[in-house]
């Protein structure tokens, strides 16, 4: 099972509206990222492509960059290359 398997560009359909995590989510992604990073943590890294990549191709895409799906899915392929070196 891939780690994108959570997430996909075509279920991301509108370029506005969307919420900030809430605190609790947002210790929940902290502590999903030290998964990915310790524990190569699929499931943990599900969580923060459910959570995150929507987001991301909000923003990306109100910059009008051209293929806003192959910037989010290379920034997400980034985060599990290198969860283990953040701090």
Do not use: I, N
Request: charged share 25%; with cysteine; proline share 7%.
């Amino acid at each position: 099972l891939s780690p994108f398997a959570a997430w996909s560009p075509a279920r991301v359909t509108s370029d506005v509206g969307y919420t900030l995590p809430s605190r609790a989510m947002g210790a929940d992604l902290s502590h999903a990222l030290v998964q990915v990073g310790e524990r190569r943590d699929k499931a943990a890294f599900s969580l923060l492509c459910r959570e995150l990549a929507p987001r991301l191709m909000v923003f990306v895409r109100a910059r009008g960059v051209p293929d806003p799906e192959s910037v989010v899915q290379e920034v997400m392929l980034t985060v599990w290359r290198k969860a283990s070196t953040y701090d």
